[in-house]
């Protein structure tokens, strides 16, 4: 089975959805999306991803990318169970980069401070997600960048909201980790265990 999607010309989180449904709807076959952006590209591919299923991407030209998603065959390898012991069921969303409110100078400290002591502390959270003004803290001159490189490596997953880069001109700048959007924000603090919100 072999369906198709065709998202060009959608705003994300809609092509990840549309494709999110698709799959849904299939225990064995093949989707392919079509989008007309990199933003778009890169969303369905993460949830291809996320949801171990292997993927390729044909690119058509500057604005039209076809991602074939194939269902029901061999997925990517999942983590050994020693990998999972370092990391927690755990997503952080940050939506400021600044930690609490009043003085803006102290809850940049704050923020500093918390973000460390997520690097220095294991075991480590599974994701952490940026939105609003938080995606300023994964942007290339970012007071913290360094520590969430460091956690980047070492597994977490970092995320950023597409929507808020874009609005805030931060979409070249970005700095570690990944560009998200909604549907997988949503996805991500509904299905883990537990989640912290900081702002």
């Keep these: 089975m072999n369906t198709q999607v065709d998202a060009r010309g959608m705003a994300c ?4 959805i549309m494709t999110k449904k698709e799959l849904d709807k299939i225990e064995k076959g093949d989707i392919t999306t079509i989008v007309d952006n990199e933003v778009a590209k890169e969303n369905v591919s993460k949830l291809a991803s996320g949801l171990g299923l292997t993927y390729s991407v044909d690119k058509k030209s500057d604005n039209e990318f076809y991602i074939h998603i194939m269902k029901g065959e061999e997925t990517l390898g999942e983590k050994d169970e020693k990998e999972l012991d370092n990391f927690k069921d755990l997503t952080i969303a940050i939506s400021s980069d600044i930690m609490g409110k009043g003085e803006e100078e102290l809850g940049k400290i704050l923020m500093k401070s918390f973000i460390y ?10 994701c952490i997600v940026f939105y609003n003004r938080g995606v ?16 980047a490596s070492k597994g977490v997953e970092i995320l950023s909201c597409g929507t808020c ?3 805030y001109h ?7 980790g990944s560009i998200s959007n909604m549907y997988t924000i949503y996805d991500k603090l509904s299905n883990a265990k537990n989640n912290i919100t900081i702002g």
């Excluded at 989180?13 to 990840?16: G, I, M, S």
């Design 165 to 167: 880069l874009d609005y």
């Design 136 to 151: 300023f803290l994964t942007a290339q001159d970012s007071p913290v960048l360094d520590d969430l490189i460091v956690l």
């Design 13 to 16: 989180p809609k092509p990840v």
């Design 170 to 176: 931060l979409n070249d700048k970005l700095g570690v």
């Design 117 to 126: 002591t997520v690097r220095e502390t294991s075991p480590y959270p599974s």
